[in-house]
């Protein structure tokens, strides 16, 4: 399916001036409303049904999107995502009366089974803390971008947009700016806190306050903001040289601080204000990971949870 067209609509680029004046979108999110529906309007375009849009398009015309969308091979989350980019724009639409119904009112989003999210277990997430050395810049800055993802539940986006000030030493806590550009404070552990302190000593005497070029709290050598994508590159570096699973994304540590603090008896609503998750939805697909270590330990302590436990003497006095 050919997505190289470059389609503007008045429709398209109001929703979009919506997307960011209004609702605060992050850019990666931005990034793939315009993805998705760059492609159903090339779609569109191709099939010679461009004049339809917005008012005019049917269920069958969304129906054929789908199908050549499946065609292609594309899994039922991606396909279930754009589905949800092609709502969006319609329930915007039908808000400022541009259109009357939308073509998607009876389009059923695909069925996929929802995948855990992968966690690390307590000694591999010291393991991968523990592995770059704190005597360089680099090195220090390095185990306290490790040691924030996983002791504040940062995401990538929300850890390179620190700021020093956002660091509050007083209250032991982070200002961080999430999803939307919607503020929340977090709290910092000891470790935390103490690897934050030593990097900003480290980077006072590699930057000095009159030659930095940016506010930001992790910096690369040459003294600018970091990105998402170095943030990726230096947990490859790590996770290789600690020998764990190649399969660890920076989005891994979060799920590990959110499956610790629930497996130690946080409060779900607690965790959800922590990762800055609009829907408790979302942060309830941590307790299916929950559910299973408890299930584990049951099994595995329990002397009635089966034959193997039972314990002979305990049968005899009962």
């Known amino acids: 399916m050919a997505t190289n067209l470059n ?5 398209v680029d109001m929703f979009f001036r ?26 569109l375009k191709t099939s010679g049904e461009l004049a339809l849009f917005p008012k005019d398009l049917n269920h069958l015309i969304i129906r054929s999107f789908l199908a050549e969308l ?35 009112v009876n389009i059923r989003t695909p069925r996929f089974e929802k995948k855990l999210p992968n966690y690390l277990s307590i000694p591999q997430v010291e393991t ?23 002791s504040a539940g940062l995401r990538s986006f929300e850890l390179v947009g620190l700021d020093e000030e956002d660091f509050r030493l007083a209250s032991a806590s ?11 404070i977090n709290p910092l552990g000891s470790y935390a806190i103490s690897a934050i302190e030593k990097y900003l000593k480290i980077k006072l005497y590699q930057f000095p ?4 070029k940016t506010a930001a709290l992790f910096v690369n050598h040459r003294g600018g903001r970091l990105t998402t994508r170095s943030i990726r590159r230096i947990l490859v570096r ?6 764990l ?19 130690k008896g946080a409060d779900l609503r607690i965790v959800q204000e922590l990762l800055g998750h609009e829907n408790i939805s979302t942060t309830q697909n941590y307790t299916h990971l929950s559910l299973t270590e408890i299930s584990k330990q049951y099994y595995q302590s329990h002397p009635r949870a089966n034959e193997d436990n039972n314990n002979p003497e305990m049968s005899k006095t009962a």
């Open 209 to 212: 306050k009159n030659t930095r």
């Open 7 to 11: 389609i503007e609509h008045p429709c």
């Open 70 to 104: 499946e065609e292609t091979g594309i899994s039922k989350r991606t396909v279930a995502r754009k589905l949800a980019s092609m709502r969006s724009i319609y329930k915007f639409l039908l808000k400022r009366n541009i259109v009357q119904i939308s073509p998607l």
């Open 245 to 263: 699973p190649g399969d660890i994304t920076p989005h891994t540590l979060r799920h590990s601080f959110a499956t610790h603090l629930l497996s």
């Open 174 to 184: 982070i200002k961080i700016r999430g999803k939307g550009k919607k503020e929340r």
């Open 128 to 150: 991968l803390i523990n592995t770059p050395e704190t005597e360089s810049f680099i090195g220090c800055r390095d185990k306290t971008i490790l040691e924030l993802l996983y």
């Open 18 to 43: 919506y997307l960011i004046n209004e609702r605060n979108m992050s850019e990666h999110t931005i990034r793939n409303y315009k993805a998705d529906l760059t492609q159903f309007l090339n779609y």
């Open 238 to 243: 790590y996770i290789a040289e600690a020998g």
